[in-house]
């Protein structure tokens, strides 16, 4: 088999082979899209009540194999367990809460002179959802249950160095007695299979995650064809120390080392008030020097290997080894491992304090008061996330509404929460995903006037 027709999963931690997998090409991006068609009419004529029973037995499924899951993603991806453990439950509990969201999905009537007129939200039809490797299953299940809730079928194509468990799911979709061909996932290059399902017109949706740049080329095809597109792209989200703040508890290191740096909303920017400044540098050494880097199926391990060679030499690009920082340590390889490291001599438009690193790297910058936090804090392409950590409330909200980001989080590092919105300003995204609004926007707003006076 050539490179192009097979994908080689790696385990990042080892660099040894967890398993080989076909790679789709446009002629199985065809005939997957042709029978989620079909699979998707019968599915969208269900009753509402019927699709969520399924659901929630695909739910019960997932439950019962979430350790599995888990040690898949472990060998796959590099997480270490209890992230795993975390993301195979974020799936699972979103599916319960997608599957009570089919029975909510409901139309209006509005009072007009003449007639009755009411709204119906319909389903798109096939929602095309392309994934990342950062947290392969969470982000599939994100794009994924909430169209499938709303009444489509889902084509996903993971990326191609975390295929296994997303396949995973959906053997899990079809156990739990979902119909055939309504949810798919295709292994495969972005740059053949991805854009292939951009590009299909009977793909009503993309749902994409990954780089800024990718997303781009996909809004940029997916406007040729006028289709909706909604995108989860990068970030470089600030963390903003104010002196007055439980200064241990907000330089948190995990706030940017969870996952390795491989998250988008990771506080890579540590803006601290100058009075504090030392005080945080101080901290920060010390947790560095004790983050235990390793083994991620090691229940004792905080932070694995990053996910590739490739994203290894990035990272490696970015940070030079001489660089002013705060390092902790790493094992040698086998595997793609890269310290902890806060970076303490950067400007604040240096290409590491503006570019997002994607590994476990921040830079360490003081500001003067809040005014100068604000501006530093908004002075970036990006606008994911962010925290702030303040006593004073009214400057808690002041600050909060004045940061341009899609998720903010007020004496708190967590930006996550299934039933809440999550995305992104300016270049990290458009759209939502997730809380209560996730199941409309698979739908199209039917409006019907019905005259009385015919
Ligand atoms: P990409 O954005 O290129 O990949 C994300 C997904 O898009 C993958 O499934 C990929 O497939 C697919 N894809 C790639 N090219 C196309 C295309 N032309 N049309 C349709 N789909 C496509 O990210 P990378 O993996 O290249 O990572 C590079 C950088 O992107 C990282 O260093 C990080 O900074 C950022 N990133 C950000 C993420 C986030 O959540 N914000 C997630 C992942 C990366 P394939 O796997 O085959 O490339």
């Known amino acids: 088999m050539s490179a192009e027709h097979e994908l080689v999963v790696l385990n990042?931690?080892?660099?040894?082979?967890?398993?080989?997998?076909?790679?789709?090409?446009?002629?199985?991006?065809?005939?997957?899209?042709?029978?989620?068609?079909a699979a998707q009419?019968?599915?969208?004529?269900?009753?509402?009540?019927?699709?969520?029973?399924?659901?929630?037995?695909?739910?019960?499924v997932v439950d019962a194999h979430v350790?599995?899951?888990?040690?898949?993603?472990?060998?796959?991806?590099?997480?270490?367990?209890?992230?795993?453990?975390?993301?195979?439950?974020?799936?699972?509990?979103?599916?319960?809460?997608?599957?009570?969201?089919?029975e909510r999905l409901l139309g209006r009537q509005i009072p007009v002179p003449g007639g009755w007129d009411v709204t119906f939200q319909e389903p798109l039809g096939v929602v095309g959802v392309i994934a990342p490797w950062n947290f392969p299953m969470p982000i599939a299940a994100w794009g994924s249950f909430p169209a499938l809730a709303a009444g489509n079928a889902v084509v996903l194509k993971p990326a191609e160095t975390t295929p296994l468990t997303a396949l995973r799911l959906a053997e899990l979709a079809l156990e739990a007695g979902l119909p055939e061909h309504l949810f798919q996932v295709l292994p495969g290059y972005g740059h053949i299979a991805g854009r292939a399902l951009v590009d299909h017109p009977d793909v009503a949706k993309i749902v994409f995650t990954g780089s800024t740049r990718t997303g781009r080329e996909v809004m940029e095809r997916?406007?040729?064809?006028?289709?909706?597109?909604?995108?989860?792209?990068?970030?470089?989200?600030p963390n903003i120390v104010f002196a007055d703040a439980d200064v241990k508890t907000a330089v948190d290191p995990f706030s940017f080392l969870d996952n390795s740096g491989q998250d988008c909303c990771?506080?890579?920017?540590i803006l601290v008030q100058e009075q504090v400044y030392d005080e945080v540098r101080e901290l920060l050494a010390d947790t560095l020097a004790g983050v235990r880097v390793g083994d991620p199926a090691d229940e004792k391990t905080q932070m694995g290997p990053l996910i590739s060679r490739q994203q290894l030499d990035r990272v490696r690009s970015l940070v030079p080894e001489d660089a002013p920082a705060l390092r902790g340590s790493a094992p040698d390889g086998p595997g793609f491992w890269f310290p902890p490291t806060v970076l303490t001599g950067e400007r604040h438009d240096s290409e590491a304090a503006r570019e997002e690193i994607f590994g476990p790297v921040a830079v360490l910058l003081p500001f003067t008061d809040e005014a100068d936090a604000i501006r530093l804090a908004n002075d970036t392409p990006y606008g994911l996330a962010g925290s702030l950590?303040?006593?004073d409330l009214g400057r808690a909200l002041r600050v909060s509404r004045a940061v341009k980001a899609g998720n903010l989080s007020v004496n708190s590092h967590s930006s996550v929460?299934?039933?809440?919105p999550f995305g992104g300003y300016k270049q990290s995204g458009l759209g939502r995903e997730l809380g209560p609004d996730a199941l409309t926007a698979f739908t199209e707003t039917k409006n019907v006037f019905i005259s009385t006076e015919a």
Not at 222 to 237: F, M
Not at 417 to 420: A, G, I, S, V
């Open 67 to 102: 350790e599995e899951l888990a040690r898949l993603e472990v060998r796959e991806a590099g997480h270490v367990l209890g992230n795993a453990r975390w993301e195979a439950g974020n799936a699972r509990d979103l599916l319960l809460y997608s599957a009570g969201g089919a």
């Open 389 to 391: 950590w303040t006593r």
């Open 12 to 37: 990042p931690a080892t660099e040894e082979v967890v398993a080989t997998v076909p790679a789709a090409d446009a002629a199985d991006v065809d005939r997957a899209v042709a029978r989620a068609s």
């Open 266 to 269: 990771a506080r890579t920017r």
């Open 41 to 60: 009419r019968t599915w969208a004529s269900a009753a509402p009540a019927d699709r969520a029973r399924l659901l929630r037995r695909f739910a019960d």
């Open 417 to 420: 929460r299934y039933w809440t």
């Open 222 to 237: 997916c406007a040729r064809l006028v289709k909706p597109v909604t995108l989860e792209l990068g970030g470089k989200s």
